[in-house]
């Protein structure tokens, strides 16, 4: 048997997995506490809809995972529930939240608008470094798509998008941006026979490289519409329940 504990940062294990030679614990990184651990591991889950839509989460059988107490799962519980990615119901407790095609429609709209206005107001304070870095990342999403690391290439995309958004001033903005990236990508993660196509991904790619291209420039008119065009994208009909 193992016994483990919680420090300020790490969880560490005791017992026949210690090492025998320095007598130290191993050490694995952990968010500060327990609840955003359990709640980074539910939210992970959901949306690469490894938690699917409808699906009770069990709060004993997540308490017992983590070898903790029901509270923490709880709070974590709110938490996704305040990001609309769970919902309570009074008969069944806690289900991942459906996303409806007509939500997707709706966040595409938002996103696309938002994303207009935080470029406009990223461009002037990002610099040719940063744009070096985003060069970087965009380079190995090229790469994932080719490989078919379809993980990988979301994970970059994400960072790609957050990046960018780092030097908007207006932190309000900030949040509602990546509330409407988290959820799409749950969208993303439902299509995923359909977003991992090559010539979608690689399409993606060509136009981040469009959008570093003007960010290099002096004239950056052309950043919204090319940012507009960018979220411009069709959703299948036949792809996700709910309507239209």
């Not at 483990?4 to 560490?12: A, D, R």
């Not at 308490?63 to 990615?85: G, K, M, N, W, Y």
């Not at 990342?137 to 790469?143: A, E, I, L, P, S």
């Amino acid at each position: 048997m193992y016994n483990t504990y919680i420090t300020k940062n790490y969880v560490c294990i005791k017992g026949s997995a210690m090492n025998k030679k320095n007598r130290k614990p191993l050490r694995i990184d952990i968010p500060k506490t327990v609840t955003q651990s359990v709640y980074k591991h539910l939210r992970r889950s959901i949306i690469e809809n490894k938690l699917k839509p409808n699906q009770k989460i069990n709060e004993q059988e997540i308490a017992d995972i983590f070898q903790i107490s029901r509270t923490p799962v709880r709070e974590a519980i709110a938490q996704l529930t305040a990001e609309e990615l769970v919902q309570v119901d009074p008969h069944h407790g806690a289900v991942v939240r459906e996303i409806t095609l007509r939500e997707v429609k709706n966040i595409l709209e938002v996103l696309r608008a938002l994303d207009e206005l935080a470029v406009e107001q990223a461009a002037a304070k990002i610099s040719t470094q940063d744009v070096k870095e985003l060069k970087n990342m965009n380079n190995k999403m090229k790469k994932a798509s080719q490989n078919g690391e379809f993980d990988e290439y979301l994970n970059l995309n994400f960072d790609f998008h957050l990046k960018i958004w780092s030097f908007v001033p207006n932190e309000f903005l900030r949040e509602n941006l990546r509330f409407c990236l988290i959820q799409f990508r749950r969208f993303i993660y439902t299509l995923d026979s359909y977003f991992q196509h090559p010539e979608f991904l690689n399409e993606k790619v060509k136009e981040h490289k469009e959008i570093m291209s003007i960010l290099e420039s002096e004239e950056k008119k052309a950043l919204k519409s090319l940012i507009s065009e960018h979220w411009k994208i069709e959703t299948p009909k036949s792809s996700i329940k709910g309507s239209v």
